[in-house]
């Protein structure tokens, strides 16, 4: 079954499930809800379309840097308030409303998106290669360093396979190395299993303003050996 691969890099990513206005947090990988949301995007697609051909994706994610948590403590002023105009909510007794907005920095992803419908992986790798709209990796605040394309990016192999056998796409050879010494493991993989022993609430429904609807997925977690070296992957 063919799959397609996609790169999710950037010195500030944000992958969410569960937040609200003034505590925003991140997961540790991409959600399936971004990268559809992403896929949206590039396809030109707004968000009241139904999204059931681009959630039936099977999705999988191998961790090539796992990236750190930052928090950043965010302030938005109230400006009507402030300059002593109407303000636009009129009974919030503060000027400033608060936030803590967490990210994950210098983090690198392989995402895999596997489907029986070549076609569909085709007209979707059409698409990143000339998105419609501007991609962000989670949050608007969020854009790519690298290209999320990949040149040649459908393989016809499984998930798995397919994330076990591309080469890393890191451009240094030596924090390669230093990764792959440090991480005696190997590299983490997240594979939708119907069976998985976790669950994520990332499965999309609707993306509809004011109706945003999703539903719980079940993924697999395991280790795989750090995959070869190639400079060249970094181009596009």
Same mark, same amino acid.
């Given at each position: 079954?063919?799959?397609?691969?996609?790169?999710?890099?950037?010195p500030?990513?944000?992958?969410?499930?569960?937040s609200?206005?003034?505590?925003?947090?991140?997961?540790?990988?991409p959600?399936?809800?971004?990268?559809?949301?992403?896929?949206?995007?590039?396809?030109?697609?707004?968000?009241? =379309?139904?999204?059931n051909?681009?959630?039936?994706?099977k999705?999988?994610?191998?961790?090539?840097? =796992?990236?750190?948590?930052?928090?950043?403590?965010?302030?938005?002023?109230?400006?009507?308030?402030?300059?002593g105009?109407?303000?636009?909510?009129?009974?919030?007794?503060?000027?400033?409303?608060?936030?803590?907005?967490?990210?994950?920095?210098?983090?690198?992803?392989?995402v895999?998106? =596997?489907?029986?419908?070549?076609?569909?992986?085709?007209?979707l790798?059409?698409?990143?290669?000339?998105?419609?709209?501007?991609?962000?990796?989670?949050?608007?605040?969020?854009?790519?360093?690298?290209?999320?394309?990949?040149?040649?990016?459908?393989?016809?192999?499984?998930?798995?396979?397919?994330?076990?056998?591309?080469?890393?796409?890191?451009?240094?050879?030596?924090?390669y190395?230093?990764?792959?010494?440090?991480?005696?493991?190997?590299?983490?993989?997240?594979?939708?299993?119907?069976?998985? =022993?976790?669950?994520?609430?990332?499965?999309?429904?609707? #993306?509809?303003?004011?109706?945003?609807?999703?539903a719980?997925?079940?993924?697999h977690?395991?280790?795989?050996?750090?995959?070869? #070296?190639?400079e060249k992957?970094?181009?596009?």
């Amino acid at each position: 079954m063919p799959t397609l691969l996609l790169r999710s890099v950037a010195p500030l990513q944000a992958w969410d499930t569960q937040s609200n206005f003034s505590i925003r947090t991140t997961g540790r990988e991409p959600t399936k809800s971004g990268i559809i949301g992403l896929l949206c995007a590039a396809l030109g697609r707004p968000r009241i =379309e139904p999204v059931n051909d681009l959630a039936e994706l099977k999705m999988g994610v191998r961790a090539d840097q =796992e990236g750190v948590i930052l928090r950043d403590w965010h302030t938005a002023l109230d400006v009507y308030k402030a300059s002593g105009r109407q303000p636009a909510y009129p009974k919030h007794p503060k000027f400033t409303t608060i936030s803590n907005r967490y990210y994950l920095s210098d983090a690198a992803f392989l995402v895999g998106l =596997e489907s029986p419908n070549r076609a569909l992986l085709e007209t979707l790798q059409d698409a990143l290669r000339a998105p419609h709209w501007m991609l962000f990796l989670g949050r608007k605040a969020c854009p790519p360093s690298m290209p999320v394309y990949i040149q040649n990016g459908i393989k016809e192999s499984d998930l798995r396979t397919t994330l076990e056998n591309h080469p890393w796409f890191g451009m240094y050879k030596k924090r390669y190395d230093k990764l792959k010494k440090d991480n005696s493991r190997g590299v983490r993989i997240i594979l939708e299993k119907d069976d998985g =022993e976790r669950v994520h609430n990332d499965q999309p429904i609707s #993306f509809e303003k004011g109706n945003r609807q999703f539903a719980p997925r079940r993924v697999h977690v395991d280790w795989i050996d750090f995959p070869k #070296f190639a400079e060249k992957e970094v181009q596009a």
